[in-house]
């Protein structure tokens, strides 16, 4: 409060009489520059930055350095609503965060980074009604075993996640997570997943008898977020579900990405045994789609490899891609991990990575994602 106290003086003390200063919220300030023109409130902006980047801030005996971020947005016959100018300079602000914070950016109608970000804050908020509503739903894709047999059964499921818009049309994920993992929302998505596939798993496993699927040898892979990996009260949160709902470890799997995973390595692999320990199995999602290094296999105890679709898309036509995906499976082989190739479109698709020896199949050309009926 005091800092807030002392920083309003200083930015006051810096504007001309004719301007207008106000506190938005939290530590958001808003500044109206009246008659000004942009070039004018470039320089008004930046002696703002130099000024709140000098001050020190005094407490308990200890000093304290602080920055600013601004957006600055040009207010013109064009300008639309109140709501759309705060909108606009709060997207320019957050822009000049995400390019390192301490310094100032221009709104500019057609900033396409500018779009992004308030496409985002739109998502999040739709997000968050979606979860209060309970306006998901979940899907699952088969994975079967490459080499086809007159047996052949799928033998696992990926978990899939959907969004049902306020019409009540399905929204796949790549429209709503990059929002969720920006505005911290993931962990909550995440743990509506868990709840919602361990109830559908608790109650396939109490009907056995009657309907052998969901059956001990048939795996659901999870999809997990980095941020949930990386947070120790979700490990808790995970004890706690196989504790209520009484499901088999062992056909449980989560799935988290090569980024993910070597982005904090340390608290991933404490997650994944932790887990394992319990008896869930791991696979590495999207290898060879970020910083690909067989060397974290080493360190990363998993149990499954997920080459990556851009790989497998297109190994068809072109050698060194199909080389590369020999070499994935047969490291992952020879460190004792099962490979599964993702994005599998079509039938000559499937035998060329039964040829290479990859051991499971997942895509449209195997089987399409079928909904979860949850009772």
Known sequence: DELLRQISRLLKSKIRTTDTLARLGGDEFGILLRQCPLEQAELIAEKLRKTVQNFRFLWE???????????????????????????????????????????????????????????????????????????????????????????????????????????????????????????????????????????????????????PEPSSETMHLINLSGTSVGDTQFLDFLREQFAQYRVLPQTVGFEITETAAISNLEQATHFIRELKQLGCHFALDDFGSGMSSFGYLKTLPVDHLKIDGKFIEDMG???????????????????????????????????????????????????RPCPIVVD
């Open 61 to 211: 005996k200890k000093v304290f350095r602080i920055g600013v971020s601004i957006g600055l947005v040009s207010l013109s016959a064009d300008s639309h609503t109140l709501v759309d100018v705060l909108s606009a300079a709060d997207a320019a602000c957050y822009a000049a965060k995400d390019r390192g914070r301490n310094r100032i950016h221009i709104y500019q109608t057609n900033d396409s980074e500018l779009a992004r970000q308030r496409g985002e804050r739109q998502w999040s908020v739709r997000i968050r009604q979606a979860l209060e509503e309970n306006r998901f739903c979940l899907y699952r894709q088969a994975i079967t075993h490459a080499r086809k047999s007159r047996n052949a059964q799928y033998v696992h499921y990926e978990v899939l996640l959907r969004m049902v818009d306020e019409q009540g049309d399905l929204i796949l994920p790549g429209m709503f997570i990059p929002a969720a993992e920006r505005y911290g929302l993931m962990p909550d998505i995440d743990r509506w997943v868990v709840q919602t596939i361990f109830g559908y798993l608790e109650c396939g496993q109490r009907q056995q008898t009657a309907n």
């Open 317 to 367: 036509h072109d050698s060194a891609t199909y080389a590369m995906v020999e070499a994935i499976n047969h490291i992952g082989h020879v460190m004792g991990l099962k490979t599964i190739a993702e994005c599998v479109e079509t039938l000559v698709m499937r035998e060329k990575l039964a040829q290479i020896g990859v051991d499971y199949v997942q895509g449209y050309g195997i089987a």
